[in-house]
């Protein structure tokens, strides 16, 4: 059993509304140039959950089941930073209060944080009902394994996942899917990885297939080659970084399905293995 420094994790609670939907006059462009106009960020997904396909909606950056954000820039900032993927979320007002998901995805750019609930409680939510999230992970560590580094992972999720320790200070790690870390777009350069996403591009036909790339799931977790993303997000060879798909493929150039990072190690001592079973949906849901 791996060993955290899990009894100096403090519980904190936050606080979000359910964010409307995003729109704009504007047109976007694909990669060839098409003017678009499509679905895109925020509000109430009723169709799209943590388990089904995040590649080919008829949408640009969807976000899967509840979009919440604090209006309140510092507050949001506390949302976005403290959450982590499998923190329980509690709807606070509204006809479905009381009703308890747990945090999904952290979406970059817009500082959306995105939740699971079952289908009974979206039919029961609206745009403005409060949301609070009981925030625990960051500063987790994995006592054993210095070189580890841990963002955006709840103790919960690190108990469910597929993990194995290794000889040499190494540990296996179940995966739906491995992306080389040379298709990674929007969000690459970012200063921390503790708030946000970056994409997986998936414009490039050949690669897409050769990896199954067009399978991919919301929920999904994934293993990037050469990606350092301990401080920032870093090409760098021999770096690996594990994370979680949290948003759906993007007709922009540089912009695909999002990742938020949940392990990550500038060394290869995370070594990934492909279980079909590697998803949030497996973790929490059956």
């Not at 709840?154 to 298709?183: H, Q, R």
């Not at 993303?229 to 594990?242: K, L, S």
Request: proline fraction near 4%; hydrophobic fraction near 35%; glycine fraction near 12%.
């Amino acid at each position: 059993m791996l060993r955290t420094n899990f009894n100096d994790l403090p519980i904190l609670l936050v606080q979000g509304q359910v964010r409307h939907s995003r729109g704009s006059q504007a047109y976007r462009h694909t990669i060839d140039g098409e003017p678009m106009t499509l679905p895109a960020t925020g509000g109430i997904t009723y169709n799209a959950q943590i388990g089904d396909r995040c590649v080919g909606w008829a949408a640009d950056h969807l976000e899967p089941g509840v979009t919440m954000r604090n209006e309140n820039e510092d507050y949001n900032a506390a949302v976005q930073g403290l959450s982590c993927i499998g923190n329980v979320a509690i709807v606070r007002s509204g006809d479905a209060k009381g009703a308890r998901g747990f945090v999904t995805g952290k979406h970059g750019g817009c500082e959306h944080l995105l939740c699971y609930f079952d289908p009974e409680t979206l039919e029961k939510m609206s745009i403005g009902d409060t949301i609070d999230v009981r925030t625990q992970g960051q500063g987790m560590k994995l006592l054993d394994y210095p070189e580890i580094l841990l963002r955006n992972m709840s103790p919960a999720l690190l108990e469910k996942m597929n993990i194995t320790e290794k000889d040499g200070g190494k540990l296996t790690v179940g995966v739906a899917k491995i992306v080389p870390g040379c298709i990674m777009g929007s969000g690459l350069g970012a200063s921390t990885s503790y708030y946000g996403d970056y994409d997986i591009t998936l414009h490039d036909k050949q690669i897409c297939q050769q990896y199954g790339l067009d399978q991919l799931r919301f929920g999904d977790i994934v293993a990037i080659q050469d990606a350092d993303t301990r401080y920032g997000r870093n090409f760098i060879t021999g770096a690996i970084t594990i994370g979680v798909v949290v948003h759906s493929d993007c007709i922009l150039s540089g912009h695909g399905p999002g990742v938020t990072t949940l392990m990550t190690c500038k060394t290869p001592l995370i070594e990934p293995v492909i279980d079909q079973s590697a998803n949030l949906a497996d973790f929490f849901l059956k």
